[in-house]
T-cell receptor
Framework: GQQVMQIPQYQHVQEGEDFTTYCNSS?????IQWYKQRPGGHPVFLIQ?????EVKKQKRLTFQFGEAKKNSSLHITATQTTDVGTYFC?????????FGSGTKLNVKP | DAGVTQSPTHLIKTRGQQVTLRCSPI?????VSWYQQVLGQGPQFIFQ???????GRGNFPDRFSARQFPNYSSELNVNALLLGDSALYLC???????????????FGPGTRLTVT
């Protein structure tokens, strides 16, 4: 089945530092979604990307879809303690969702 | 508007028993998906249902089954429970994904299942 590899597994940053998580696939993706899961919570939808080279921004969050549609990234500028959580990428293919293993972000105040 | 609701929130079962988990989607959403999330891992896709029909199935044994009702609510059944079935079971609703680009999923709070 479709696999997406997500790196890094963990990231510890000082508040105000930037953060990036990457999602990679060996095959071309038709779409990619990003979710955030707070500790003890459930995944919350952030964004969906479908076009090659697509870049979308949500305040301090920037999402990119690679030109070859085989990778994607989520970048957070000037992290805040409210950014703490695990960020997942997810791919939908042939009526199935495939989630990455997630990047757990810890922000020190 | 109410979000996705799931019941029960917590459940403790013994190996070999059977369990039924319930999910009510957001009003107007006709698709429900089920996921298993083990601590420290990403959600693993189990099923997707739309209009009472199974549209997608993940790599889970036949002990796992589900159904969707006319009001779009759904049940997940797991038979012959194993210790390894202990996990957070998440339900997500969405407008239907037609096989191309999906719509965003809205997750419920989950049911924490512990098998002893």
């Amino acid at each position: 089945g479709q696999q997406v590899m997500q790196i890094p597994q963990y990231q510890h940053v000082q508040e105000g530092e930037d953060f990036t998580t990457y999602c990679n696939s060996s095959t071309t993706l038709s779409n990619i979604q990003w979710y955030k899961q707070r500790p003890g919570g459930h995944p919350v939808f952030l964004i969906q990307l479908v076009k090659s080279g697509e870049v979308k921004k949500q305040k301090r969050l920037t999402f990119q879809f690679g030109e070859a549609k085989k990778n994607s990234s989520l970048h957070i500028t000037a992290t805040q303690t409210t950014d703490v959580g695990t960020y997942f990428c997810a791919v939908y293919n042939f009526n199935k969702f495939y989630f990455g293993s997630g990047t757990k972000l810890n922000v020190k105040p | 508007d109410a979000g996705v609701t799931q019941s029960p929130t917590h459940l403790i079962k013994t190996r070999g028993q059977q369990v039924t988990l319930r999910c009510s989607p957001i009003s107007g959403h006709k698709s429900v998906s089920w996921y298993q999330q083990v601590l420290g891992q990403g959600p693993q896709f189990i099923f997707q249902y739309y209009e009472k029909e199974e549209r997608g199935r993940g790599n889970f044994p036949d002990r796992f089954s589900a159904r969707q009702f006319p009001n779009y609510s759904s049940e997940l059944n797991v038979n012959a429970l194993l210790l390894g079935d202990s996990a957070l079971y998440l339900c997500a609703s969405s407008r239907y994904a037609s096989g191309g680009s999906p719509y965003e999923q809205y997750f419920g709070p989950g049911t924490r299942l512990t098998v002893t």
